[in-house]
């Protein structure tokens, strides 16, 4: 089964920024929505921003104009360039394809709700 491979994570400085990425392992025809949702510690995991497959996006409150999702059909990835960082934006960053269609045994197959494995941003001053 295909993975999500995510990178682009670490310790970055209050009002830095930093860009996440997000790709499949292997080769696949394409995601529908992808979305980046984060967790910080003791709490639960959110949605940060999602873009669908008519590059409509979706921010939450807390990342609004600060953040920007965007997404490249070619190499099947997403990003999330995250800028004017503060203390609370500190999470494991995980992306998310709602659903994934690859090729399994020669047959059209979707995976639905894959998920990366997770980055961490610790925002510090």
């Known amino acids: 089964q295909v993975q999500l491979v995510e990178s682009g994570g670490g310790l970055v400085q209050i009002g830095g920024s930093l860009r996440l990425s997000c790709a499949p392992s292997g080769s696949i025809f394409g995601v529908g929505t992808w979305g980046w949702y984060r967790q910080a510690p003791g709490n639960q995991r959110e949605l940060v921003a999602s873009?669908?497959?008519?590059?409509?996006?979706y921010y939450s409150d807390s990342v609004k104009g600060r953040f920007a999702i965007s997404r490249d059909n070619a190499r099947k990835a997403v990003f999330l360039q995250m800028n004017i960082l503060k203390p609370e934006d500190t999470a494991v960053y995980y992306c998310?394809?709602?659903?994934?269609?690859?090729?399994?045994?020669?047959?059209?197959?979707?995976?639905?709700?894959?998920w990366g494995p997770g980055a961490q941003v610790p925002v510090s001053s």
């Open positions: 873009v669908d497959g008519d590059t409509t996006t």
């Open positions: 998310k394809a709602y659903a994934l269609e690859y090729s399994r045994n020669g047959r059209l197959s979707t995976v639905y709700d894959q």
